[in-house]
Nanobody, 126 residues
Framework: QLQLVESGGGLVQAGGSLNLSCVIS????????MAWFRQAPGKEREFVAF????????SYGHAVKGRFTISEDDAGNTLYLHMNSLKVEDTAVYYC???????????????????WGHGTQVIVSS
């Protein structure tokens, strides 16, 4: 069972930057597809970005494309989300997610991801 622990959230002014981290432990069979999602109050969980385990292909949600970057360290122990040009509408709890090998593949659907962290709060002020 994978354990995911996010950190790095906080309060930042619009236009600023923030870097989130997700420490990954409990792997028993190599790397996994990894992703970031977010959820604002009263809204559904929204896809932010994913990175695939083998080809390291990345994909981004329309709202963050060009501003956010997902990456993973060489050892596969930590997932990152570098967030630039933050907007008030980026305010949300950000979650790290992983998919067990043999799953449906990296998708935008939160239901296809089976391991989740507890989230880290990001607040962007105007």
């Amino acid at each position: 069972q994978l354990q995911l622990v996010e950190s790095g959230g906080g309060l930042v002014q619009a236009g600023g930057s923030l870097n989130l981290s997700c420490v990954i432990s409990g792997r028993t069979f190599g790397r996994n597809h990894m992703a970031w999602f977010r959820q604002a109050p009263g809204k559904e969980r929204e896809f932010v970005a994913f990175i695939t385990w083998q080809s390291r292909t990345t994909s981004y949600g329309h709202a963050v494309k060009g501003r956010f970057t997902i990456s993973e360290d060489d050892a596969g122990n930590t997932l990152y989300l570098h967030m630039n040009s933050l907007k008030v509408e980026d305010t949300a709890v950000y979650y790290c997610a992983a998919q067990t090998r043999g799953g449906p593949g990296a998708t935008f659907n939160p239901g296809d991801w089976d391991s989740w962290g507890h989230g880290t709060q990001v607040i962007v002020s105007s």
